[in-house]
């Protein structure tokens, strides 16, 4: 069993559309990341939420960290064929620098 | 711009042979990751060291993985003997706080 589960796994939408991804535990974390991933290369850090609630914008992108820091959602406004990519959700468990990821949206924007 | 670098970027071997995958954390970063990542599995933390000493290597197979830091600018991860099962992209990183990951090294093994 993932310690978190990201949902949908797939995703293909046509581009302009909105779309929002979902991280979810039963774990309360003290703060939690995205990252994106694009093919043949690493994970890159989008944002970190750590307060309970927390809004982050980035662009077209935004990161809500739920109230109960258990789950996180992600929102793209106008999705763009440049948003294709793998997104990951990832979190540090207790005070520890131990990083464990989720199981990735794949997204799909088509032109 | 500094990057962490990972060679090699691509290794077919034959089961059976040794396997190993260097990394050169950015200059500075003292905490180091090595991932795992399949299909199936996602990305899996293997292991991780902090001032170069290995905190937590729970996620590695011990018989035939290894990792290891000679010095500050240099992490190795073995794998003696490689097996199919052990196909996969395999990922470095360091930070302080914020993690950089390598482009990782795509190791099949046949």
């Known amino acids: 069993t993932q310690l978190l589960e990201q949902s949908p796994q797939f995703l293909s939408i046509q581009e302009g559309e909105n779309l929002t991804v979902y991280c979810n535990s039963s774990?309360?974390?003290?703060?939690l990341q995205w990252y994106r991933q694009e093919p043949g290369e690493g994970p890159v850090l989008l944002v970190t939420?750590?307060?309970?609630?927390e809004v982050k914008k980035l662009k077209r992108l935004t990161f809500q960290f739920g109230d109960a820091r258990k789950d996180s959602s992600l929102h793209i406004t106008a999705a763009q064929p440049g948003d294709t990519g793998l997104y990951l959700c990832?979190?540090?468990?207790?005070?520890?620098?131990?990083?464990?990821f989720g199981s990735g949206t794949r997204l799909l924007v088509r032109p | 711009d500094a990057r962490v670098t990972q060679t090699p970027r691509h290794k077919v071997t034959e089961m059976g042979q040794e396997v190993t995958m260097r990394c050169q954390p950015i200059?500075?970063?003292?905490?180091v990751f090595w991932y795992r990542q399949t299909m199936m599995q996602g990305l899996e933390l293997l292991a991780y060291?902090?001032?170069?000493?290995?905190?937590?290597d729970s996620g590695m197979p011990k018989d035939r993985f290894s990792a290891e830091m000679p010095d500050a600018t240099l992490a190795t991860l073995k794998i003696q003997p490689s097996e199919p099962r052990d196909s996969a992209v395999y990922f470095c990183?360091?930070?302080?706080?914020?993690?950089?990951f390598g482009p990782g090294t795509r190791l099949t093994v046949t």
């Open positions: 774990s309360v974390f003290s703060s």
């Open positions: 200059l500075g970063h003292n905490t």
């Open positions: 990183a360091s930070g302080l706080v914020q993690i950089y």
């Open positions: 990832a979190c540090r468990m207790d005070s520890s620098y131990k990083l464990i």
């Open positions: 060291f902090r001032n170069r000493a290995p905190l937590d």
């Open positions: 939420v750590v307060t309970g609630g």
